[in-house]
């Protein structure tokens, strides 16, 4: 019997090697680490960029994935909250060693970009665009809408479009917000017309009527409100107080749903906002393949297709970098030519109508 046990036992040996080899020569799965908001503010526009990004790891994944390597989505809730994006930029770069994450939008970056920079892990925005992103750091890169084009929209709509003289502004407390109306207010002036500082508010806050009887007391023939939370309490506020003067917001303020949930409220305002083309074939063919992934169409078709671009530029430098380490990665990020699919154009208009 010790024959056939060692003979046995060596077979068994043998044949544990060979799964072990086997299963060391599969390539393992890469991690792209995913910092979106998720649940509380904007938590519909956290899971509209999500979206994206699932729909364009699929096509990645189905296609054999990167030089053999499938992408696998390491995905953090930062709750559009700075001690969350700060928590969270940490677990990936600490614990998941991420080699590139991605993450929603100006404001969250200002608390993460500093820390992917430090760690020289590539950083890739896919909300917003700006000059100030790209001062960050070599590491900071961005795919989204530009945030200066939300203000100098709005801007030349008022001044040049209403005719408008003398306006005022009104701001969320957060660097997107802050930023937008800071651009707003110089190229309004830079026109000729006038600007008056309306005041802030907090993205938690739902009373805006005092805020409001201010700027309708300071006689201003407009209002430009970058409001970026609470956007049907504003706009019932602005009816009860009988602030009638032309509204123009920014972003998401006055989107789809707030249209179609709150008509009587938002008719006769504007917004300043990016969209997806439905008439480009690659945009059809997303929006596509969303309502079969999904079974609907998107509640923010803009946003769910930023994510996919982003998306989209990470797998296409994964593609150029010699290797997948992050220094690679860099380098790659700033050799991409990828032609998204969200060609985005600036729309201001009630109910989303007309292009300015």
């Known amino acids: 019997m010790k024959p056939f046990t060692s003979r046995f036992f060596f077979s068994l040996i ?122 960050m750091g070599d590491y900071i890169f961005s795919t989204g809408s530009w945030v200066k084009g939300y203000a100098v929209s709005a801007s030349r709509f008022m001044r040049e479009g209403l005719q408008l003289k003398r306006v005022a502004t009104l701001t969320t407390n957060n660097p997107w917000s802050k930023t937008t109306s800071s651009i707003f207010s110089s190229d309004f002036k830079a026109l000729g017309g006038e600007v008056v500082d309306g005041g802030d508010v907090n993205p938690q806050e739902t009373d805006f009527r005092s805020i409001l009887l201010k700027i309708r007391g300071q006689k201003v023939d407009g209002l430009y409100a970058p409001i970026t939370a609470n956007s049907v309490p504003f706009f019932k506020a602005a009816r009860e107080v009988g602030l009638t003067i032309p509204i123009v917001t920014a972003g998401g303020a006055l989107d789809n749903d707030v249209a179609a949930s709150e008509p009587r409220l938002v008719e006769g305002r504007y917004v300043a906002n990016a969209y997806l083309n439905p008439n480009r074939a690659e945009a059809a063919r997303l929006l596509t393949n969303y309502r079969t992934k999904f079974g609907q169409d998107p509640l923010y078709p803009s946003v769910m297709s930023r994510g996919y671009d982003g998306f989209m530029t990470v797998a296409d430098a994964l593609k150029k970098s010699s290797d997948f380490s992050s220094e690679q990665i860099k380098n790659a990020l700033y050799r991409v030519d990828f032609q998204g699919i969200a060609i985005l154009f600036s729309k201001i208009g009630p109910k989303m109508r007309g292009t300015y």
């Not at 509209?48 to 953090?76: D, F, M, P």
Request: aromatic content about 8%; glycine content about 8%; overall charge negative.
């Open 14 to 135: 043998s044949f544990i090697c060979f799964v072990s080899s086997w299963a060391a020569a599969e390539p393992k799965d890469l991690p792209i680490g995913v910092m979106f908001h998720l649940t509380g503010d904007f938590a519909a526009w956290g899971k509209a960029y999500l979206e994206g990004v699932e729909l364009a790891q699929e096509e990645i994944n189905a296609s054999g994935g990167v030089n053999g390597r499938k992408l696998k989505l390491v995905v953090e809730d930062i709750r559009f909250d700075p001690r969350a994006t700060a928590s969270a930029s940490k677990k990936l770069l600490d614990i998941d060693r991420v080699p590139i994450s991605l993450i929603s939008t100006f404001t969250e970056v200002q608390v993460a970009g500093p820390m992917f920079e430090r760690a020289k892990v590539p950083l890739v925005v896919v909300g917003d665009s700006d000059e100030e992103l790209d001062r």
